[in-house]
């Protein structure tokens, strides 16, 4: 069985920009949640969506959002792009509701897309 | 929050067993505490979680005492391909990794 994959590996966008990531989550899979990592840190958490609906937010301004199809695949955007926002963006999947089921803690992480903003 | 602490970085030698311990102080009673691998320029990898007592698995152990209050992860037998963050986490709210420990393990 594939992976969690995620597309583009990696994007060069200027400052002002918009992006837009993909997520295509474990077969069977029906959460997805987002994480920024930038260098020397560990992963931030930003979404989770379980069946579509938003089931978790970090700290992280309005000018990200996300959704999640009905195949379950997600899609990670960002507006108004900031130098700040220049890292390695990771795609989690999971089989239940995630981060308000303890015991479903449990992520398979994608390989993750590399953005530089310049 | 349930906020963990570890250590920042570890150095080991190949054989030998590695103990990371993190603390977790307010963890609350339903959650559980999971372990993860991270690699550079790769996503984290699951390696264990427990409750309380013991959990072993294929490539580790996770020693919880009574009070929850700390978690043991424990690598038997290292290699120099072990060499990786590792990050504690305890379930809340939101999914915080912290900073993790980098491991390096030396020849």
């Known amino acids: 069985d594939a992976g969690v994959t995620q597309s583009p590996t990696h994007l060069i966008k200027t400052r002002g920009q918009h992006v837009t990531l993909r997520c295509s989550p474990i077969?069977?899979?029906?959460?997805v949640s987002w994480y920024q990592q930038v260098l020397g840190q560990g992963p931030q958490f930003i979404f989770q969506y379980y069946e579509k609906e938003e089931r978790g937010r970090g700290n992280f301004p309005d000018r990200f959002s996300a959704r999640q199809f009905p195949n379950y695949s997600s899609e990670l955007n960002v507006n108004a792009l900031l130098l700040g926002d220049s890292a390695l963006y990771l795609c989690?999947?999971?089989?239940?509701?995630?981060?308000?089921?303890?015991?479903?803690?449990?992520?398979?992480f994608g390989p993750g897309t590399r953005l530089t903003v310049t | 929050l349930a906020k963990t602490t570890q250590p920042i970085s570890m150095d080991s030698y190949e054989g030998q067993e590695v103990n990371i311990t993190c603390s977790h102080n307010n963890i609350a009673t339903n959650d559980y505490i999971t372990w993860y691998q991270q690699f550079p320029s790769q996503g984290p990898r699951f390696i264990i979680q427990?409750?309380?007592t013991k959990v072993t698995n294929e490539v580790a152990s996770l020693f919880i005492p009574a009070d929850r209050k700390s978690s043991t992860l424990s690598l038997p037998r290292v290699s120099l391909s072990d060499t990786a963050v590792y990050y504690c986490?305890?379930?809340?709210?939101?999914?915080?990794f912290g900073k993790g420990t980098r491991l390096h393990i030396l020849p």
């Open positions: 989690a999947s999971s089989p239940g509701p995630g981060v308000t089921s303890g015991r479903n803690y449990e992520q398979y």
């Open positions: 427990g409750y309380k």
């Open positions: 077969s069977g899979h029906k959460s």
């Open positions: 986490l305890a379930r809340d709210d939101k999914i915080i």
